[in-house]
């Protein structure tokens, strides 16, 4: 405004050199007489108007530049000001009359003016650098005025909404924005940031900024600041995808799964780990709604878990537990859960996942009954079906150990005479079927909780738990008088008696070598009363250890 004032009043001046004038007596004016008039009434008091609007609007104006420029600015607003005063005062009447005053003051000002030209950079003040900083924003920015249309967009928005500034320009939001101008305008309504998606499919999140200025053109407007968060969106949408997947596939399990939090404890003194999920195999497995299982202490879990073990056992299963997820370290553990429906082998597994525990219930009873099948059969005789050699010891040897000092017992240890002859005259078959007879009596003859094995050829054991010598004595006299019985076979009449050593413990030992020793060494007493008297059996050939 300033340059344009000057312009003129500079073309005036030069027009005043042509145009005649006339003074009052109706002469013409001299050149002179012409500058001092027109100095007077024209270029004076228009330059100095100029000049002092554009003072004014510098300082008017100073926000609008950057903090670390205010100083050029400063300085600039002197510098303009200078030269106009030292005009003023000389047109007044100050200063000498023979030296022009304004020429002086320009010249001491050089300095100046050379270094806020070159070296402050004051023509840099303008809204360049922040017009740069606004069109080059990662966001798109549209700027609306107070009757909500446009009035400035940056390249980023122009991208978005494809459209051209000029096409957009005082053009209202709904022109532009289309469908996602509702969200724009509840957004401005309530001042609150909104989600949004535009006519292309992205995703937006809009944030409203007031503009505080008295600018006409822009009082009442607003700066809507766009992020764009479409990947955003859809990779939270891929995420709930998947965790619905996975919650499903969880649910769905054939297997128990539960998932551990540590949280503050009932008493506010210390953490606890509780179940904060479980899903529906857990609550089948545990005879329990997987809803009673939330909130639950994981202790109370792994009780309900070995609710079909023995105590010792289950107290035992806890402890290792509460080892492990105290060291936050996995454990892997096998527990028999007795339920409405029957027992039920579990293996429980828990696995830390960050600072949770990852619980899960896998059903092995079907597995469990196949090891314990092939147990059997590794420790079963597969002929008369009672345990052998290897089975025996293992369980007797388990039996005794548990025993107390005080506890009593017997060893019987049996075989079968003449089995070797009736073997050899009339076939395997025959003997095999002798000693499957044999068993059947003796467990006929036992309790259900005797150990009875057969080590080998036509040789018996038995382990009698808990009984005196007295009912001792009693079973081993049944015993020998039952396989007294002749055997009848393929329409043969077979007599094939035992002998019969037995041992007692603690008195005759109080291990499982110690015993059988004892009772071998009785039996073979026993044998031997049979070689001699052939026609020797039952309680006869029964002979107690020494």
């Not at 001046?13 to 007596?25: I, K, R, S, T, V």
């Not at 892997?332 to 029957?342: I, N, P, S």
């Not at 039920?344 to 090891?371: M, N, S």
Request: hydrophobic letters at 45%.
């Amino acid at each position: 405004f300033l340059s344009v004032v000057l312009a003129a009043t500079n073309a005036s001046h030069e027009l005043m050199w042509f145009l005649p004038a006339a003074g009052p007596d109706g002469q013409f004016l001299t050149r002179p007489e012409k500058w001092g008039l027109w100095y007077l009434y024209v270029h004076a008091p228009y330059s100095c108007l100029a000049a002092a609007a554009a003072v004014l609007t510098l300082l008017r104006n100073h926000a609008a530049i950057a903090p670390a420029l205010r100083t050029g600015l400063l300085l600039l607003t002197a510098a303009s000001i200078v030269p106009v005063a030292a005009a003023v005062a000389y047109d007044t009447g100050y200063g000498p009359d023979t030296i022009p005053l304004v020429p002086v003051v320009l010249a001491f000002m050089l300095p100046l003016y050379s270094w806020l030209a070159f070296g402050a950079r004051v023509a840099d003040f303008s809204p360049q650098a922040y017009e740069t900083v606004f069109q080059h924003m990662q966001d798109p920015v549209v700027v609306i005025d107070g009757r909500q249309r446009i009035i400035g967009m940056n390249e980023r928005a122009r991208s978005l909404l494809d459209v051209s500034e000029r096409a957009a320009m005082r053009a209202p939001l709904d022109a532009v924005f289309g469908d996602g101008s509702a969200s724009i305008f509840e957004a401005i309504a309530s001042g609150e940031p909104k989600k949004m998606m535009t006519q292309s499919g992205r995703f937006l999140h809009l944030q409203i900024s007031s503009i505080n200025t008295n600018g006409k053109s822009a009082r009442g407007g607003q700066v809507l600041i766009f992020h764009d968060v479409s990947d955003v969106e859809r990779a939270q949408l891929e995420v709930r995808n998947t965790e619905k997947l996975l919650r499903t596939l969880v649910d769905h399990s054939v297997n128990g799964i539960l998932r551990l939090r540590w949280v503050q404890n009932a008493a506010q003194d210390g953490m606890e780990l509780r179940c904060i999920f479980a899903n529906a195999a857990a609550g089948r497995f545990l005879d329990i709604e997987p809803d009673a299982l939330v909130d639950r202490a994981a202790d109370d879990v792994v009780r309900l878990s070995t609710s079909g073990m023995a105590t010792d056992e289950a107290a035992a299963i806890l402890e290792s537990f509460r080892a492990a997820v105290n060291a936050g370290v996995g454990s892997d553990v096998e527990v028999y859960h007795d339920g409405a429906a029957g027992g039920r082998w579990l293996r429980l597994i828990c696995e830390p996942v960050g600072d949770d525990f990852a619980a899960t219930l896998v059903d092995v009873t079907h597995e469990k009954a196949k090891e314990q099948h092939m147990e059997s059969i590794a420790d079963t005789d597969p002929l008369t079906h009672v345990l052998n050699r290897r089975g025996f010891e293992r369980e007797a040897s388990r039996h005794l150990s548990a025993c107390s000092d005080s506890a009593c017992g017997a060893l019987l240890f049996i075989d079968l005479n003449g089995f070797k002859q009736i073997n050899d005259t009339h076939g395997h078959e025959v003997g095999d079927e002798i000693l499957t007879i044999a068993a059947r009596r003796l467990l006929r003859s036992l309790r259900s909780c005797d150990i009875i094995g057969r080590p080998g050829g036509d040789e018996f054991v038995a382990l009698v738990p808990n009984v005196s010598a007295r009912i001792a004595a009693t079973l081993a006299e049944r015993i020998a008088v039952t396989l007294d019985e002749a055997y009848s076979i393929a329409n043969l009449g077979l007599s094939c008696p035992a002998s019969i050593g037995l041992a007692l413990y603690p008195d005759n030992a109080n291990t499982l070598t110690g015993l059988l020793r004892a009772a071998d060494q009785a039996m073979y007493r026993a044998k031997a009363r049979s070689r001699d008297v052939p026609s020797i059996g039952g309680v006869a050939l029964l002979e107690k250890a020494s």
